[in-house]
C-alpha cells in the first residue's frame, strides 16, 4: 500500500511563503491499497486538492469509492469535506466512519457544518454522492485486501478520538492524532496499538520546551517514545503548528534525528510534506 499526504498541518490553515515546502493544508491523507483500494485519514482541508486530483479517474465519471476514516471532528479534520467537486457528482460513493459523541452522530456533525449559516452547500442532502455514514467501532473493517482497526484513545465525550490501524498482509500503518497522554492507560493502549508497524503517523506539534497552549497534544518526543518502544520502523511526524515554519522543521528533523543516531536507534525519523508519497 501508499500513502499521499495531501494536509499536513494542525489547528487551522497555514498559508505563506515560509510554510511552503510542508504545506499549509489541514490533515487529510489518502491510502492507496495494492487493488485499487482507496481510503482517506481525516478531512481536513487537504482533502479540497485530493477530491480534486480524484476527479480525474473515475470520480469525475461517478464510478468512484472512498472510504473515509475521521479520527474526530475538530476543525481541522473535517472541513474539507464539502467542497471539492468528488463529493458533488451523482454516482460516487462515500462511506464515512467516525465516533459519534455525546453531542451528536457523525452524520449530524458534518450535517452541521454544511448548514446555511456556515455554507452554501445547505446540508448533506444536497451533496450528490452516495454517503453513507458509519460509527466506527473496535471490530475490524475489510476494504478489499486492507483490513481497518480503530482504538479509542481519548475519554473527551463531546468529541472522541479514534486511532487507527491499516494492515496490508504483513505491512501495517497507524494513525494517531490529537491525543494527549493524560495516564499510562492510554500510553499502553497506544503502545499496543502501534506495535510493530512499519509506519507511524503521530502527531507532534510542539516540543516539551515550548511553553504554548497546546489543546491537549501529544510532543514530538512523546510521538518519538511511543514510536521506540512500539517498536516501528518509520516514524512522521505530523499536525504541525501553524507557527512552524519550514527552516524550523528542517532544524527539527536534524536534531531529533542526531539524538535517535547517538542511541543507537534504527527508527527513521521524518517529517510529513504535502505532496509526498510514501511505500508502507
Ligand atoms: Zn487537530
Known amino acids: 500500500m501508499r500513502i499521499a499526504f495531501w494536509g499536513v498541518r494542525g489547528y487551522?490553515?497555514?498559508?505563506?511563503?515560509?510554510?511552503?515546502?510542508?504545506?499549509?493544508?489541514?490533515?487529510?491523507?489518502?491510502?492507496?491499497?495494492?487493488?485499487?483500494?482507496?481510503?482517506?485519514?481525516?478531512?481536513?482541508?487537504?482533502?479540497?486538492?485530493?477530491?480534486?486530483?480524484?476527479?480525474?479517474?473515475?470520480?469525475?465519471?461517478?464510478?468512484?469509492?472512498?472510504?473515509?476514516?475521521?479520527?474526530?471532528?475538530?476543525?481541522?479534520?473535517?472541513?474539507?469535506?464539502?467542497?471539492p467537486g468528488v463529493v458533488h457528482v451523482p454516482g460516487n460513493q462515500l462511506r464515512i466512519y467516525g465516533p459519534d459523541s455525546t453531542r451528536g452522530s457523525l452524520e449530524m456533525v458534518y450535517d452541521g457544518i454544511l448548514s446555511p449559516v456556515y455554507s452554501p452547500v445547505y446540508g448533506l442532502a444536497h451533496i450528490g454522492a452516495t454517503h453513507n455514514f458509519v460509527p466506527i467501532t473496535t471490530e475490524p473493517v475489510q476494504v478489499g485486501s486492507l483490513t481497518?482497526?480503530?482504538?479509542?484513545?481519548?475519554?473527551?465525550?463531546?468529541?472522541?478520538?479514534?486511532?487507527?490501524?491499516?494492515?496490508?498482509?504483513e505491512r501495517a500503518l497507524v494513525y494517531i492524532t490529537d491525543v494527549r497522554y493524560s495516564n499510562d492507560i492510554i500510553w499502553r493502549k497506544a503502545v499496543g496499538f502501534a506495535k510493530h508497524a512499519n509506519l507511524l503517523i503521530h502527531s507532534a506539534?510542539?516540543?516539551?520546551?515550548?511553553?504554548v497552549q497546546d489543546y491537549g497534544h501529544s510532543r514530538v518526543e512523546d510521538a518519538i517514545e511511543l514510536a521506540l518502544e512500539?517498536?516501528?520502523?518509520?516514524?512522521?511526524?505530523?499536525?504541525?503548528?501553524?507557527?512552524?515554519?519550514?527552516a524550523q522543521l528542517d532544524q527539527l528533523l536534524v536534531h531529533y534525528g542526531a539524538e535517535l543516531n547517538a542511541h543507537g536507534h534504527t527508527l527513521i525519523l521524518d517529517a510529513a510534506r504535502e505532496g509526498v508519497q510514501v511505500e508502507v
Open 148 to 169: 481497518i482497526r480503530a482504538m479509542p484513545l481519548s475519554q473527551r465525550l463531546n468529541s472522541p478520538i479514534w486511532a487507527y490501524r491499516i494492515e496490508e498482509g
Open 230 to 246: 512500539s517498536k516501528v520502523e518509520r516514524l512522521y511526524l505530523f499536525h504541525h503548528a501553524p507557527t512552524r515554519t519550514d
Open 12 to 83: 487551522v490553515p497555514t498559508p505563506g511563503a515560509d510554510y511552503l515546502r510542508y504545506g499549509g493544508n489541514t490533515c487529510c491523507i489518502a491510502l492507496h491499497g495494492t487493488n485499487g483500494e482507496l481510503l482517506a485519514l481525516d478531512s481536513g482541508t487537504g482533502f479540497c486538492q485530493f477530491g480534486d486530483h480524484l476527479m480525474r479517474g473515475d470520480f469525475g465519471q461517478g464510478r468512484g469509492q472512498l472510504t473515509l476514516l475521521i479520527s474526530h471532528t475538530y476543525w481541522d479534520h473535517i472541513l474539507g469535506l464539502p467542497f
Open 205 to 211: 506539534p510542539y516540543t516539551r520546551q515550548e511553553h
